[in-house]
């Protein structure tokens, strides 16, 4: 009489126990996903990413990074490589990867079978009776809907996945911007010291020209205060400057001596074109990470309302298993009689008829479809906008590059010239000065821009700006932020 417990009890806890083997171990891997966060960054940045999990494997890291970083001069590439080895926000997120692993893992697995076990006794005159009870209860339900189940657990862990590469990417985009600035800031500031020194020499040959007569003290006053003007903005650039390449510091994860680096004192020339992508639109349907997100946040809802609509009538299905065992005392012995127990539990939908699940379920896969439809319209948009920025801002930098500086360098040298020749006033050669310097200041911006937009064409591309466009420093903002070529 125990044989058919036995085997109704090992078939339940055996169905219970049952789950997708490769997706089982997927979640349960050391490392769960990196794999694929490090293949898709690869891909998109050219970048190799890395996953710190004990004290050796960031001791062997930090090695690395010294000897990429320390004392050297840093391009743009190893900014952006540095960061995807020492930014700590970064390992952070790969670690929120591991606990959605584990929480999805967990969230697969059937619940565990039930175990009771009840003692009953009744007494009557001259004759006692005791019965052992032993149940074991397994969800069915669970069971029955185990693959689709599985399905949404692989579309959830696929997101956690790249939500991870979103984040490396964010951080891969926000540390190429800050090499820009960082050495823009730079730049303004080499040329706000090349104005500088040319007032310097101007304002002491006016001390010298005050003291023979030959200019008078409206003159003199003119050219000093154009040298302090200028004095105060390279301070002012140095200070920007600094703050420019802190944020960079930040973004690499560098403290204590590895931030004894330095960045170029010039951005780039520009190329003779800029970068074309053929079928752009397409390029950034098919590689954007975020659509990617939706499109699996859509299938996961789709599987999620699928499972709503199985269940929509019973939430709860236990299959109980078990034994009882009757003891009777006959007054020559104790007798016992084993049987099996079988029975089935739901729970009946008398308040709860399902309507308001299913209902909920079609609502979340309609907002998840507009959100897909939404982001794919603005996708192509910023792909758009991408590609016109950089054909944009190509042509603006090489205007002010051919064109007006060399005008604004011409007015000054024969400004100089006609000043020396006493021809021109001190205050028209003044004007001259501050011409070139803000053409100077203006192509520098535009460069930048430049880069920036082509920054941003990879954004749009695969992900991890923030869709607004790249450019617009514009050569106001580079004439009052820049620093000293000791960077």
Same mark, same amino acid.
């Given at each position: 009489?125990?044989?058919? /417990?036995?085997?109704?009890?090992?078939?339940?806890?055996? *169905?219970?126990?049952?789950?997708?083997?490769?997706?089982?171990?997927?979640?349960?891997?050391?490392?769960?996903? /990196?794999?694929?966060?490090?293949?898709?960054?690869?891909?998109?940045?050219?970048?190799?990413?890395?996953?710190?999990?004990?004290?050796?494997?960031?001791?062997?890291?930090?090695?690395?990074?010294?000897?990429?970083?320390?004392?050297?001069?840093?391009?743009?590439?190893?900014?952006?490589?540095?960061?995807?080895?020492?930014?700590?926000?970064?390992?952070?997120? !790969?670690?929120?990867?591991?606990?959605?692993?584990?929480? @999805?893992?967990?969230? +697969?697995?059937?619940?565990?079978?039930?175990?009771?076990?009840?003692?009953?006794?009744?007494? *009557?005159?001259?004759?006692?009776?005791?019965?052992?009870?032993?149940?074991?209860?397994?969800?069915?339900?669970?069971?029955?809907?185990?693959?689709?189940?599985?399905? @949404?657990?692989? =579309?959830? /862990?696929?997101?956690?996945?790249?939500? #991870?590469?979103?984040?490396?990417?964010?951080?891969?985009?926000?540390?190429?911007?800050?090499?820009?600035?960082?050495?823009?800031?730079?730049?303004?500031?080499?040329?706000?010291?090349?104005?500088?020194?040319?007032?310097?020499?101007?304002?002491?040959?006016?001390?010298?020209?005050?003291?023979?007569?030959?200019?008078?003290? #409206?003159?003199?006053? =003119?050219?000093?205060?154009?040298?302090?003007?200028?004095?105060?903005? &390279?301070?002012?650039?140095?200070?920007?400057?600094?703050?420019?390449?802190?944020?960079?510091?930040?973004?690499?994860?560098?403290?204590?001596?590895? +931030?004894? !680096?330095?960045?170029?004192?010039?951005?780039?020339?520009?190329?003779?074109?800029?970068?074309?992508?053929?079928?752009?639109?397409?390029?950034?349907?098919?590689?954007?990470?975020?659509?990617?997100?939706?499109?699996?946040?859509?299938?996961?809802?789709?599987?999620?309302?699928? $499972?709503?609509?199985?269940?929509? %009538?019973?939430?709860?299905?236990?299959?109980?298993?078990? %034994?009882?065992?009757?003891?009777?005392?006959?007054?020559?012995?104790?007798?016992?009689?084993?049987?099996?127990?079988?029975?089935?539990? %739901?729970?009946?939908?008398?308040?709860?008829?399902?309507?308001? &699940?299913?209902?909920?379920?079609?609502?979340?896969?309609?907002?998840?479809?507009?959100?897909?439809?939404?982001?794919?319209?603005?996708? &192509?948009?910023?792909?758009?906008? #991408?590609?016109?920025?950089?054909?944009?801002?190509?042509?603006? =930098?090489?205007? !002010?590059?051919?064109? $007006?500086?060399? $005008?604004?360098?011409? /007015?000054?040298?024969?400004?100089?010239?006609?000043?020396?020749?006493? @021809?021109?006033?001190?205050?028209?050669? *003044?004007?001259?000065?501050?011409? &070139?310097?803000?053409?100077? $200041?203006?192509?520098?911006?535009?460069? =930048?821009? !430049?880069?920036?937009?082509? #920054?941003?064409?990879?954004?749009?591309?695969?992900?991890?700006?923030?869709?607004?466009?790249?450019?617009?420093?514009?050569?106001?903002?580079?004439?009052?932020?820049?620093?000293?070529?000791?960077?």
């Amino acid at each position: 009489m125990k044989r058919p /417990f036995l085997l109704l009890s090992v078939g339940s806890l055996a *169905l219970s126990a049952c789950a997708n083997p490769e997706l089982t171990a997927a979640l349960s891997a050391d490392a769960p996903g /990196f794999a694929t966060v490090a293949a898709t960054t690869r891909a998109a940045t050219g970048r190799e990413t890395v996953l710190l999990q004990d004290a050796a494997a960031i001791r062997a890291n930090a090695d690395r990074v010294h000897a990429m970083i320390h004392r050297r001069t840093v391009s743009a590439d190893t900014a952006v490589q540095v960061a995807l080895l020492n930014n700590r926000g970064l390992q952070a997120a !790969y670690a929120d990867l591991g606990l959605t692993a584990a929480e @999805i893992w967990q969230g +697969t697995m059937s619940p565990n079978p039930a175990l009771s076990v009840g003692l009953t006794g009744l007494g *009557l005159e001259g004759l006692a009776a005791r019965t052992i009870e032993g149940l074991i209860s397994a969800n069915l339900l669970a069971l029955a809907t185990r693959e689709r189940s599985d399905r @949404i657990a692989a =579309a959830r /862990f696929e997101q956690a996945q790249l939500r #991870a590469v979103e984040e490396t990417l964010r951080v891969a985009h926000d540390t190429r911007l800050a090499w820009i600035d960082a050495v823009a800031a730079f730049e303004a500031g080499g040329l706000m010291r090349q104005a500088e020194g040319t007032a310097e020499a101007q304002a002491d040959l006016a001390v010298e020209l005050g003291r023979t007569g030959y200019l008078n003290e #409206a003159g003199q006053a =003119a050219d000093l205060a154009l040298h302090a003007e200028l004095s105060g903005q &390279r301070a002012r650039a140095r200070l920007d400057a600094q703050i420019a390449k802190e944020r960079l510091t930040r973004l690499m994860g560098l403290w204590g001596s590895e +931030t004894e !680096y330095f960045v170029p004192n010039a951005l780039p020339g520009l190329p003779g074109r800029p970068r074309g992508v053929a079928n752009i639109e397409a390029r950034a349907l098919q590689g954007r990470v975020d659509l990617a997100l939706a499109r699996l946040e859509l299938q996961a809802v789709a599987e999620e309302g699928g $499972l709503s609509n199985a269940t929509r %009538f019973v939430s709860d299905i236990d299959l109980v298993t078990g %034994f009882e065992t009757e003891f009777e005392d006959t007054g020559s012995g104790v007798a016992s009689e084993t049987s099996p127990d079988v029975a089935l539990e %739901f729970a009946i939908p008398i308040f709860d008829s399902g309507e308001a &699940r299913r209902r909920r379920a079609e609502q979340a896969y309609l907002r998840a479809a507009h959100q897909l439809a939404e982001r794919a319209v603005s996708i &192509r948009s910023e792909a758009r906008a #991408a590609q016109a920025e950089l054909s944009g801002t190509h042509q603006i =930098a090489r205007h !002010y590059r051919d064109t $007006l500086v060399p $005008l604004r360098t011409q /007015f000054e040298v024969e400004t100089l010239r006609a000043y020396n020749g006493m @021809i021109e006033s001190p205050a028209e050669l *003044l004007d001259a000065i501050r011409g &070139r310097l803000d053409a100077q $200041l203006s192509e520098a911006a535009a460069r =930048a821009d !430049y880069w920036r937009a082509d #920054a941003g064409l990879t954004a749009a591309l695969y992900g991890g700006g923030d869709g607004a466009p790249a450019g617009g420093g514009g050569g106001a903002a580079l004439a009052s932020a820049g620093g000293g070529a000791g960077h």
